[in-house]
C-alpha cells in the first residue's frame, strides 16, 4: 500500500512540497538529526495493519514550512533531510512559477 505525504504549499509564488514515503521509512530517524530547523519528528502511521513510526514534518512546522525550509536552498538539492536519507524516503518537489 503507498502512504505517501505531503507537506507544503502552491501558491502565486509555485509550489513547494517535502514528500515523505512512509513504505520506503525505515523509521532510523537520521533525517531528524539531520535537519537543522528541528522540523521533523516520527510519527506513527497504521500501514499494512500495524502502526509503523514514520518521519513527518512537525504540527508547527507544517503552516510555516515555506519559512523553515528556505534556508536549505532546494535549487541547489542540498536539502539535509533528503541527503541524510538512505532510504530514499524523502524528496522534494519545488517549482517555482
Ligand atoms: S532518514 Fe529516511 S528512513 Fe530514516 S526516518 Fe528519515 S525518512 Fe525514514
Ligand atoms: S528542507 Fe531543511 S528545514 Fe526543511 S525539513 Fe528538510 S532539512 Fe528540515
Same mark, same amino acid.
Given at each position: ?13 509555485? %509550489? ?8 520506503? &521509512?525505515?523509521? =532510523? ?6 535537519? $537543522? ?21 512537525? %504540527? ?8 523553515? &525550509?528556505?534556508? =536549505? ?6 536539502? $539535509? ?17
Amino acid at each position: 500500500m503507498k502512504v505517501i505525504t505531503y507537506y507544503g504549499y502552491t501558491d502565486g509564488s509555485g %509550489e513547494y512540497y517535502i514528500v515523505i514515503d512512509a513504505e520506503k &521509512c525505515n523509521s =532510523c530517524g537520521e533525517c531528524i538529526s539531520a535537519c $537543522p530547523q528541528e522540523a521533523l519528528q516520527m510519527e506513527d502511521m497504521f500501514i499494512d495493519l500495524e502502526d509503523k513510526p514514520v518521519a513527518a514534518v512537525t %504540527e508547527d512546522h507544517r503552516k510555516k514550512i515555506r519559512y523553515t &525550509c528556505s534556508p =536549505c536552498k532546494p535549487e541547489e538539492n542540498s536539502m $539535509p533531510c533528503i541527503k541524510s536519507c538512505k532510504k530514499n524516503a524523502i524528496s522534494c518537489i519545488w517549482k517555482p512559477l
